[in-house]
């Protein structure tokens, strides 16, 4: 299979699937209940952390290990290093931008007069982009290791993880801006431009991961270490709403589950 051709269409994927979610506005009136809340946002959660461990931060160990660079009882630093920075990334981004918690509404970052559905928007963008960076660079291996099969198929089964998992997300974005009076086609609009960071950050990193092969441990970690942050500051505490804390709770285990599948078999 041409990796050039399997890069084109996990980018097309991950952006087709948020915005087929987002076309859910158009068949619902409100908001899931606590109960299929728990179980969307709980899938999705453990989508994202399974993901950021077998096709991620296993992938970085690998290359550290291979790297010609670091002797073997310091192959451990790029993954550890990168790991730590990914998720203070993403929290100097919770500092710096203005934006809402997905679900509950809090708001986080400096105070501005910005509407709360552009805060909303920013909240999901900080989500997004670190997903857009893992599907680029689990591409950009593949491409920089000459179409090599076991490398495309991490790279499309993080993509199906993440598309997966994308589904229900733009489905959880244009649905509470239909409740919060914003019209069905606006809501729709803003739940696919919520997704458009993932392709853009996906090519971004696809183009430069062939060329940087030696920091790839790296960026490979910080990915993961990013991804990890979002799942636990953003969606576990939304998938244990309400009497149904459980159904979270095992929705992510099923998650991580079909994700780990995935993995071992593509």
Known sequence: MDATFVSIFCL???FLSTSLGSALVFFFKRSFSDKVGNVIIGLASGIMVSASFFGLLLPSMELAKQSQYLSDYLSFLPPLLGFLLGGFLLYIMDKLIPHLHLNSG???????K???NVKFFFAVTIHNIP???SVGLACGLSLANKGDASYIGAALSLTIGIAIQNFPEGAAVSI???EEGISKRKSFLMGVASGVVEPIFGLITLLIAPYVKEALPYLLSIASGAMIYVTIDELLPEARKGDYVHYGLWS???GFAIMMVLEMTL
Do not use: D, Q, V
Not at 106 to 111: A, L, N, R, Y
């Open 131 to 133: 997903e857009g960076i």
């Open 114 to 116: 910005l509407s709360k």
């Open 106 to 112: 809090e708001e986080e970052g400096p105070k501005t």
């Open 176 to 178: 509470p801006l239909l």
């Open 12 to 14: 097309a994927l991950i």
């Open 252 to 254: 992510f285990m099923i």
